[in-house]
Nanobody, 124 residues
């Protein structure tokens, strides 16, 4: 199995940027597709972005397309979610997830492993 640890969350003003990291340990990180989800208070956990094992393909939720960029460095066993032009509605706990079965999973149920989450708060 793989263990995932997110970092990089914090408080930022609207229009600002943050970069989240997801560090993986355990099995070979390059064997896993990776995704990010977020959950705001009182809401369901929702898909944000996903990236293929090799890093050559990505997919984004419409709400973040053009503002967020997902990348990975398999040599460092780390994935990155660069978030720009942040909005108050981006406020949530952000979770990274990994799956070895699917090429580009976008549904929560498709992911095998999850991190503990990191809080992102965007003030207006």
């Amino acid at each position: 199995q793989v263990q995932l640890v997110e970092s990089g969350g914090g408080l930022v003003q609207a229009g600002g940027s943050l970069r989240l990291s997801c560090a993986a340990s355990g099995r070979t990180f390059s064997s896993y597709a990776m995704g990010w989800f977020r959950q705001a208070p009182g809401k369901e956990r929702e898909f944000v972005a996903a990236i293929r094992r090799s890093g050559t393909g990505t997919y984004y939720a419409n709400s973040v397309k053009g503002r967020f960029t997902l990348s990975r460095d398999n040599a460092k066993n780390t994935g990155y979610l660069q978030m720009t032009s942040l909005k108050p509605e981006d406020t949530a706990v952000y979770y990274c997830a990994a799956d070895r079965r699917q090429e580009l999973p976008i549904y929560r149920s498709e992911y095998e492993y999850w991190g503990q989450g990191t809080q992102v708060t965007v003030s207006s």
